[in-house]
């Protein structure tokens, strides 16, 4: 919320010089000018289809906004944004269907358009890009030497879940050996928003792992009858004394 608070002082300033930077100069300065200018959320997550986008308002002294409509690209209304004070709002179901591209891909995004209507009788018509992404974001363990005597470190598998309205219900961890493995479900106890996962103390029995073997982690988070999908990789690495053979893959995301 601070951020969102820096940015709203910063707007403000910027317009009561007239000036707002980006890659388009005339469309600013014209934004600028009208007395006010609307700005959408840049990014939600695949499980964000019916919650409230966010549009942060920026106006003039004297000045409202009276109507804001969101068209498509073509021009075509799609919704009617709900206005309360420096914000508006539409829900994200109007954008249509979450499936982009030839392979139907989750993730993507969305090109719609602002037609507002100001108080001082003047219009404003921009074009954003919303962007469709995973709720679930993964840090990084590229590798991790199979005999543990031999870290300096543990390896910590960090994971987040964030939406911007969805209220996710689980979140489900699985995991596999080779990328022709079988996933099984993992009873790790996880945190619906934050987490570690310590790769250097998993059991390497348990896991049936070997030297140079490949370990497969899946996490799906539910909302609803929705899911959000992601997959990551650790290289059990040989040590010099070691001669075990694995398949040595390396990463993969969904």
Known sequence: MKLIKNIKLIGLSLLAFGVYSCDDDETVIETADVGGYATPISTITVLDQAVDIPIDLFTGSGVSFQ??????????????ATISGDEATF???????????????PTGSFDVRLVSQLSNGK????GFSINVGHAISLGEVEEVPFDPGNEEEDALLEYNVETVGATVDALDLEWKVGSEGTYSVDDTELDLEEGVINISSLDRDA????????????FTAHSGELVDQVETSTIFTESEEDDGEGDGEDDASL
Request: glycine share 8%; aromatic share 12%.
């Open 123 to 126: 219009t404003l018509d921009d």
């Open 67 to 80: 109507s804001i409509e969101v068209q498509d690209e073509e021009g075509n209304t799609l919704t009617t």
């Open 207 to 218: 896991y049936n792992l070997s030297p140079g073997d490949t370990l497969y982690y899946r």
């Open 91 to 105: 829900n994200s179901s109007s954008l249509g269907e979450f499936s982009f591209g030839e392979d139907n891909a």
